[in-house]
């Protein structure tokens, strides 16, 4: 059963990131990465990570794609509609990244071990123990850039009154 | 087997879901027609068999399918095909995490009366009503009509400003119950209060129960909150569907009144619980001794709880949207960003507070 559900979320999720690349349309392509977040979420349900699964979905799916729509909404960004150009080098490079990444998973799934998972790994109680223990410092200093992010949105949008 | 059994479970509630959604286009119509003193749907008949209006919702559902579909010139056809799926998906994959009972023990295996008992229940919520915008915003693109597109904003950010008000409201009774999982939340329900209070949400989160419902309310887009769609004088973002696509819609609109009244029934009602009633029977306050029921009856019972429970809050919520006039867009706007997140924001923190200062 897990195997078949990994195809299916690894079949359907790299075929939509290559979409996300290929397609002409910006809507299209937006829409694509989308189904590719939705793919990895399931990934993560299927490492036994419950909470980063949807919380994948949450943020990624449900609000960071959702305001990427809103913009390609507003600016009615047009399909694109010349051939694409790339440079003789810009492939090259890409083969290049796209060789040492195989390579690795490759040496990955032929001797590395996936660690064995505790009891509590994933759920919430665990993650949240993690957060506030070993990473409280690192937790804390996002949620500082995140409220310098609302703030800077704020006083973005609030300039002309001030 | 396990797989089989989840199957059964997750089919019967699509099952459920969508009838039930079918039933209460009737039932609304039925409610507004008492409500303005009319008569209401009576005319689709077999014979002479009405059943009271019955039959409309099974004639509108033949209507819908055997209407042209038609897809204006210039819109996207993927993406307009795409949307209406998109707004009816949440709808449906919510119900997974509630539970609609206790479990059943049968043929010498436990099986817990819900789709999916997931540790991460109420975060699973969020995650997919969060999608549901996706639904809304399509529509109002993929049509190419600038009303759509207009509707389509104004609904998702109606939507979107909701959220808020609903995660934050939730978060109180995660606090108290000490637990994102649903079927411990309402297992947690059972307990009570000073010996004879059911420890149900709505005692020790009044307010919460308040700015859940309403910001589901919003979320739903139904009146008061219908500036998204505001059939009757502006025009929202469905207005180039037609047959079943524009069926879709609809059916979404009435899968999610279940799904609100199901979900404030899990949260602030008790979900399956009826007061008193434990697994084998029933057990009485005050020491008033004990009334042993069959294992059977009591999940019985339980579903049965669930399903009235369920039942009145859609009524409820039916009554809401025939009796409240319709907001202005500023309205809804400053009502969710100004009133609702603040006092979401407060409650949150009180609860906090005070479980702190419990335990």
Known sequence: MEAFLFWIFAIVG??????VVWHRNPMGSAIYLVVTMLCLSGFYALLNGALVSVIQVLIYAGAVMVLMLFVIMMLNVQAASEEREGSLPVWIGAGVVGLVVLVKFALLLQYGKPPEAAEEFGTIQGVGAALFSTYVLPFELISVLLVVAVIGAVILTKRRAL | MDVL?????????????????GLLTW???????????????????????????LLHPVADGIKMITKEDFIPEGANRALHTLAPAAALFPALVVFAVIPFGDTLHLFGREIPLQVASLNVGIVYIFAISSLAVYGTMLAGWASNNNYALLGGLRASSQMISYELSIGLSILGILLIYESAQLDVIVQKQGELLWGFLPKWGIFLQPLAFLLFLGAAMAENKRAPFDMPEGESEIIGYFVEYSSMKFGMFFLAEFVEIIIVSGLTVTLFFGGWQFPYLQATGFVWPFGWGELALPHLFVVLMQVGTFAVKVLIGCWILLLIRWTLPRFRYDQIMRLGWKVWFELALINLLLTAIIVLWVT
């Open chain 2, 5 to 21: 059994i989840i199957l059964i479970k997750a089919g019967l509630v699509v099952f459920a879901l969508l009838n039930l959604a």
């Open chain 2, 27 to 53: 039932a609304e119509r039925k409610q507004s027609a008492i409500m303005q003193d009319r008569v209401g749907p009576n005319r689709a008949n077999i014979g002479k068999l009405t059943l009271a209006g």
């Open chain 1, 14 to 19: 790299v075929f939509c990131g290559g979409m």
